[in-house]
């Protein structure tokens, strides 16, 4: 009977994440692998001695080359940014599915087919192991809303 209740308690506790919760996760650990010993602290130290003011020298650097362009600032930019800006999509997200709402069908798509292209380019990434699988479930499990919504509607 205990194993039930816990079993119980640990599916309430999944129903409760979110779309929205997975995405300011993903969003913290990408921000934090910019501040990780084993990701880009260095880079990210650097940045910090100038306020993270001109972390590049953006335009300036291109054509894209070897010894012309610092590729691990563009990383670490990358990696600060790009986990910085999952973290309100993420309480956005969040806060649409804590209504009840269902995520317009565009955004899903779309958001499935960035996360898909992101896969094909850097496939042995975190984009394939952590986003893929979130996408595919926000895509499903708002397509399983919208029909349990429209048969509610119709009935």
Same mark, same amino acid.
């Given at each position: /009977?205990?194993?039930y209740?816990?079993?119980?308690?640990?599916?309430?506790?999944?129903?409760?994440?979110?779309?929205?919760?997975?995405?300011?996760?993903?969003?913290?650990?990408?921000?934090?692998?910019?501040?990780?010993?084993?990701?880009?602290?260095?880079?990210?130290?650097?940045?910090?001695?100038?306020y #993270? !003011?001109?972390?590049?020298?953006?335009?300036?650097?291109?054509?894209?080359?070897?010894? %012309?362009?610092? %590729?691990?600032?563009?990383?670490?930019?990358?990696?600060? !940014?790009?986990?910085? %800006?999952?973290?309100?999509?993420?309480l956005?997200?969040?806060?649409?599915?804590?209504?009840?709402?269902?995520?317009?069908?565009? %955004?899903?798509?779309?958001y499935?087919?960035?996360?898909l292209?992101?896969? !094909? /380019?850097?496939?042995?990434?975190?984009?394939? #192991? #952590? /986003?893929l699988?979130?996408?595919? !479930?926000?895509?499903?499990?708002?397509? #399983?809303?919208?029909?349990?919504?429209?048969?509610?509607?119709?009935?």
């Amino acid at each position: /009977m205990s194993l039930y209740i816990k079993s119980l308690d640990s599916m309430r506790i999944i129903k409760k994440i979110t779309n929205g919760i997975l995405l300011i996760i993903i969003g913290i650990l990408h921000t934090h692998f910019a501040f990780s010993a084993d990701g880009f602290q260095k880079q990210t130290l650097q940045f910090s001695k100038s306020y #993270f !003011y001109k972390v590049s020298e953006g335009m300036n650097e291109l054509p894209a080359s070897i010894g %012309f362009t610092n %590729f691990e600032n563009l990383a670490t930019f990358w990696f600060l !940014y790009f986990g910085l %800006f999952l973290i309100p999509l993420g309480l956005l997200v969040h806060s649409i599915e804590k209504e009840k709402l269902i995520l317009p069908h565009s %955004f899903t798509v779309s958001y499935f087919i960035v996360v898909l292209l992101g896969c !094909y /380019m850097v496939p042995s990434s975190g984009i394939t #192991f #952590f /986003m893929l699988p979130q996408a595919v !479930y926000m895509l499903i499990s708002n397509v #399983f809303k919208a029909k349990k919504t429209s048969k509610g509607i119709s009935n």
